[in-house]
């Protein structure tokens, strides 16, 4: 069948909104119809080539829209669900096995090589050349295939168009916090950098009742967005020296931070944060090959660098739980998010970049 497509043709060059073909879904695959997603980092470092994916590509991988048709042995998912689109895993991998697809050994292969899992693509121009999948879904686009192990069925009673950015930012931020760290009642956590991810950890924290919840940015609306949504604190590193004022606000330092810039000296900054015992996870991603410069000593003080995927999640589980939490008035992520068109999407991604809008959605159809 046909579908309307934003597609990447090269490197770093605007989002072309045109016709292409998609495959039915294969044994294990389901087809979407999309009715939102929304716009990731991953997305634009991946048009300007930061990650080699092949190219001319479709993007996308925040996805959320309604069963249409279901291949062989699908059991999860029937037509007419709602469901919201994750990462792609392999199910059979030592990971996998063991409750943790956001380190599957393929995880490279299957959302970033531009196949799907057995190698070919699902898409393709008028004259049959294959166009690349991404994130096993590609859902700047109308129509979507994705493994059935990329897609979690969600309730029909919160608007499924907000519901995208759970498949990647938003989980990924949150799970940093109620996965990954599980801090103790009343603890200290630093965020770095508050967009969609940033400000999904803090949401999180509060949550996860943290007692001093500072977020940092050099942007004051961002900081104003932090405090309305659980920030005890907040820093402007170009006011003042960022290091030194966590440890006024917390005596010791923080016992968690998380760094979301791709910053090399940002994240050194919530490394010397840290209190004795203390955790930096990191979320940012940078080019390949960056380094970072930390002092040993430092870390000897019993404090840990860890990095994360996907928010640590299985997104079955943990994307449903947040949508409770959102239900609840806990988890207010829809207070982050500015709707476009597709035929907006260049300039959506242009207001991601320079902090306009804090995470674009795009509307389907």
Do not use: W
């Not at 998912?77 to 409750?99: E, Q």
């Not at 995880?107 to 008028?126: P, V, W």
């Not at 806990?330 to 970049?353: M, R, T, W």
């Amino acid at each position: 069948m046909l579908t309307k497509a934003a597609i990447t043709r090269g490197k770093g060059e605007p989002f072309e909104i045109d016709t292409i073909t998609i495959d039915d879904p294969k044994a294990g695959e389901v087809l979407i119809r999309i009715v939102a997603v929304g716009i990731c980092h991953t997305d634009l470092i991946v048009r300007d080539q930061y990650y080699p994916v092949p190219l001319p590509a479709v993007l996308g991988h925040e996805g959320s829209g309604i069963v249409e048709k279901v291949g062989d042995g699908v059991t999860s998912v029937k037509p007419g669900d709602h469901v919201v689109l994750s990462f792609s895993s392999c199910g059979s991998c030592t990971s996998c096995r063991t409750g943790r697809p956001y380190a599957c050994e393929s995880f490279y292969e299957l959302n970033f090589s531009g196949a799907m899992g057995d190698g070919t693509c699902r898409l393709h121009t008028h004259d049959g050349k294959d166009v690349a999948n991404f994130f096993g879904q590609s859902s700047f686009s109308y129509y979507a295939v994705a493994s059935e192990r990329n897609v979690v069925s969600v309730t029909k009673d919160v608007p499924l168009e907000i519901l995208g950015p759970l498949g990647c930012g938003i989980q990924t931020g949150s799970g940093a916090v109620l996965n990954k760290l599980k801090p103790e009642l009343g603890s200290s956590i630093v965020v770095f950098g508050c967009g969609s991810v940033g400000l999904s950890a803090l949401m999180a924290a509060k949550v996860a009742n943290c007692g001093t919840i500072i977020a940092v940015d050099v942007q004051e609306s961002r900081l104003a967005m932090a405090i309305e949504l659980g920030a005890t604190h907040t820093i402007n590193p170009k006011n003042t020296n960022t290091v030194e004022e966590i440890k006024r606000i917390t005596g010791s330092g923080a016992n968690y931070s998380i760094e979301t810039t791709s910053r090399p000296e940002v994240l050194r900054q919530a490394v010397d944060c840290l209190a004795t015992l203390g955790t930096t996870v990191i979320i940012g991603a940078p080019a390949l090959g960056t380094e970072v410069s930390l002092d040993v000593n430092t870390i000897l003080f019993e404090k840990k660098v860890t990095g994360l995927l996907l928010g640590s999640s299985i997104p079955q589980i943990f994307i449903p739980q947040l949508i409770e939490l959102y239900k609840q008035g806990k988890f207010p992520f829809d207070k982050l998010v500015k709707f476009y068109s597709l035929e907006e999407i260049n300039q959506a991604a242009a207001d991601s970049e320079t902090g306009v809008t804090i995470k674009p959605i795009l509307k389907i159809g």
